[in-house]
């Protein structure tokens, strides 16, 4: 499903060249679950960007579902996140103005799915989640952990093939660790 | 996405942020709002001016001494004088068959004056039709009489201002002022007229044109006004007066001839221009209104980076968010464009009861124009902030850098 090969990312800094990936290289089968782990700055954020198609590697090739992705255009790298991706970001990254069902309802409707079908499916797994009662409620009405819920709704809604977590507990205080059932859910993992 | 969505999105966006939005909405509805009042302004002029020489008879000829060159060149070297209208040049015109009448108009001004009144008045010296030609009512009395325009009748008919001054609260009629060294009889008072072509009507006194000839001791006319017979009869009579006259000029035509038609074309243009220049003046805070959207945009995506990065981790391609933006500044300037076009239209309405006289009305072109321009400069200057949204990378959009 995701192969990386020789991947490396430079980065600038001044006149010196950093690198946040070298020669990296990895395989991932469907329905595989894989996690990362690493310490502060070794480039596992890097890493998920470039799976996930936000970055681009400086060397190395990509192929995902058997297709070299490594220099598509933005359009089209834009279209498979679309389709094929789900993102749990580290800080969530919810909309404060729009409520937990329009946040979840967001990458239904950039796929332009029709009305109906989008609330449907957002009341779907705003129930799947336990969290229908907050579905009318804006992110800062929310605690940590069913902020966590919904960034995980959102990332699911769409059914993507590959879902990308990057440090979701990482935001949350200990109480709030053991409150997420989202992840647990999705991975099958505690 | 679909098209419904991006509306719905934007209109959340712009509801998000009240007093952004509210701001940019008063912006552009100022902008409008004063294209429209200030062409309502120039149309309203417009249709006051022209429609005051329209009141005066839209076949109306008027013959003046001299020929005005309207076409350049230098003035002929052996000066060409012109000769003087005359009353007979007058009677002349009515051979034509294109002319229903004519009035000789002499004009001057002299002291008038009853028991110790005086006052200085524009007399004017015609014939009984200057009355039907100018569309003179009378308040009392009547104009002066159908007599041989050779003859100087010692009577005379008073401005509306003129007997107010002289009179007062006593009656005019059958009195004699003096007017200048001779003393003429009260036959009539006209209505209050107001200012026509130039001169006030109530500040007059009229006088048979040959009393008016022998008070100012001058043979000549200051003008003929003639009437013709219909509209479609109007070029005929103008062709008729200048052959007519030449004819009776040794063959040169030394007179100007305007019609009614051509002077109220010309101001008509006048004004046409002046409202022109005034939507333009207007149409500049248009684009002012247009940068404060740019501005205010080019802030509100350094403030919503992280929702545009957000957008784009999400799947939405560049030419996606560069719609979303600029269906901010679409919608922002199109309810700001028609809430100024009613504001304007409220405030041509509380001018058209403040002044009723005033035809204050703003043309079609101007509102249209105004929304059209108000709205475009909305969206070209939309354009910059939403390009910048678009090309935002998204990692570093999304960690806020």
């Not at chain 2, 005379?156 to 003393?183: H, I, N």
């Amino acid at each position: 499903m995701i192969r990386l090969q020789a991947i490396e990312r430079r980065f600038a800094v001044g006149d010196e060249a950093v690198y946040a990936l070298n020669g990296v290289s990895l395989n991932v089968e469907k329905g595989e679950y894989l996690s990362i782990m690493g310490p502060s700055g070794s480039g596992k954020s890097t890493l998920l960007h470039i799976i996930g198609l936000l970055d681009r590697p400086t060397a190395g090739q990509y192929w995902l579902a058997g297709k070299d992705v490594t220099g598509l255009a933005d359009e089209e790298r834009a279209q498979i996140r679309r389709e094929k991706i789900g993102f749990v970001f580290q800080l969530f990254h919810l909309v404060p103005r729009l409520t937990a069902a329009g946040n979840v309802e967001l990458p239904l409707t950039l796929a332009g799915l029709p009305r109906e079908e989008r609330e449907e499916r957002v009341r779907e797994i705003l129930a799947a989640y336990g969290l229908s009662a907050r579905a009318r409620h804006v992110p800062s009405q929310l605690s940590g952990g069913e902020r966590q819920r919904v960034a995980i709704a959102r990332a699911t809604v769409t059914r993507p093939e590959i879902l990308l977590a990057d440090e979701p507990t990482g935001n949350l205080d200990r109480g709030s660790g053991r409150e997420v059932t989202g992840i647990d859910r999705v991975f099958g993992h505690p | 996405m679909r098209g419904a969505d991006v509306l719905r999105y934007s209109v959340h966006a712009l509801k998000g942020y009240p007093v952004r939005s509210v701001l940019m909405l008063v912006a552009m509805a100022i902008g409008v709002a004063a294209v429209v009042l200030l062409t309502a302004l120039g149309e309203g002029a417009r249709r006051y001016v022209t429609g005051q020489f329209a009141s005066l008879g839209s076949h109306l000829l008027v013959i003046l001494p001299g020929r005005s060159e309207t076409t350049g060149g230098h003035p002929p070297i052996l000066g060409e004088t012109p000769r003087d209208l005359t009353l007979d040049d007058a009677f002349a015109l009515l051979r034509s068959m294109h002319i229903r009448r004519v009035a000789p108009v002499v004009l001057g001004s002299a002291p008038a004056s009853w028991r110790r009144r005086e006052r200085e008045a524009s007399v004017i010296g015609s014939t009984a039709d200057f009355q039907r030609i100018r569309y003179l009512k009378l308040a009392q009395g009547h104009f002066l009489p159908e007599i041989d325009p050779r003859k100087a009748a010692a009577v005379c008919v008073l401005g509306a201002t003129v007997r107010a001054e002289l009179f007062g609260p006593e009656a005019a009629l059958g009195q004699w002022v003096r007017l200048g060294d001779r003393r003429f009889r009260v036959i009539g008072v006209l209505a209050p007229q107001g200012v026509s072509i130039g001169l006030d009507l109530d500040e007059v006194v009229i006088v048979p044109v040959a009393s008016a000839q022998a008070l100012f001791d001058s043979p000549s006319l200051f003008r003929i006004l003639a009437e013709a017979r219909s509209r479609e009869d109007l070029s005929g009579a103008v062709a008729a007066s200048r052959e007519i006259i030449r004819d009776r000029h040794e063959g040169e035509e030394d007179v100007t001839v305007i019609t009614q038609d051509a002077v109220i074309g010309t101001l008509d243009r006048i004004f046409r221009a002046l409202t022109l220049t005034v939507a333009g003046i207007a149409g500049v805070s248009l684009v002012v209104a247009g940068i404060l959207i740019m501005n205010v945009m080019l802030v509100a995506i350094s403030e919503s980076r992280e929702e545009i990065g957000l957008l784009k981790a999400l799947g939405a391609a560049s030419g996606k968010i560069q719609l979303l933006f600029l269906a901010e500044a679409g919608l922002l300037s199109l309810t700001g464009a028609l809430l100024g076009a009613g504001l304007g239209l409220i405030g041509v309405w509380i001018g058209r009861q403040l002044y009723p006289a005033l035809p204050l009305a703003p043309p079609a072109w101007a509102m249209a124009g105004a929304l059209a321009v108000g709205v475009g400069a909305g969206i070209l200057f939309g354009v910059l902030p939403a390009r910048r949204a678009a090309r935002l990378d998204p990692i570093q959009a999304l960690s806020g850098r």
